[in-house]
């Protein structure tokens, strides 16, 4: 059974200070899973995936991140003075820093109508939820969950936005492969070639 953690900024609850950067969500619609489930996720839906195969260590058997946990400045747990760094815009001007991050994912030849789309959808996030998730992500200790999660963790990152030192340092415990189906948000630009990504790597875990 393939899950998809497509999750939102508005519906999705972090309470990383109060739970050792964990995630404290027990919604049906983020961590209810089947058993022997390969669960999916997109952006912030990829540490959802990983929290859930922690979480459900008999029950999630493969983790796959679409275009997620390689972006060194929110995944790992960053010290006080890196996470006031990214936090800091938000706190000044959430729709300006929402804006730079829909920038940042959209590679040269991004439809700029595409773009204005997912900013427009991300900077409608009802507040203060919209913050409390952006903290909770850059309080969330990556490494310590991925130190429990039992299978394996599949990563497609847009080939032209990872960095070589994401590579470095994850590639021991991350399967990493570099795609080029658009943007940050190539699922959507993408369907059919993400279906066949998904396929492929999923098989031997999905009932046919």
Known sequence: ?????????STLTW????????MLSRSP?????AASSVVVGHSLGGAVAVEAARMSPDTVSHVVALDGLHYLSLY????????????????DDFDAATWGMVKGGSP???????THTYFTKMAAVRQPAGLRA????????MDAALREV????TLFAVRSLIRREAVERYRDRIDIV??????HHFHVESPEGTAELLIKVTQPSVDR
């Open 1 to 9: 059974m393939i899950f998809v953690a497509s999750v939102f900024l």
């Open 15 to 22: 309470n990383a200070r109060t739970s050792g950067g964990r």
């Open 29 to 33: 619609n983020c961590l209810v899973v």
């Open 76 to 91: 790992p747990a960053q010290d006080e003075r890196q996470a006031r760094a990214v936090l800091q815009p938000f706190y």
């Open 108 to 114: 040269e030849g991004t439809d700029p109508v595409r």
């Open 134 to 141: 952006i903290e909770g992500l850059v309080d969330w200790d």
């Open 150 to 153: 039992r299978g394996p963790v």
């Open 178 to 183: 570099p795609v080029d189906l658009g943007s």
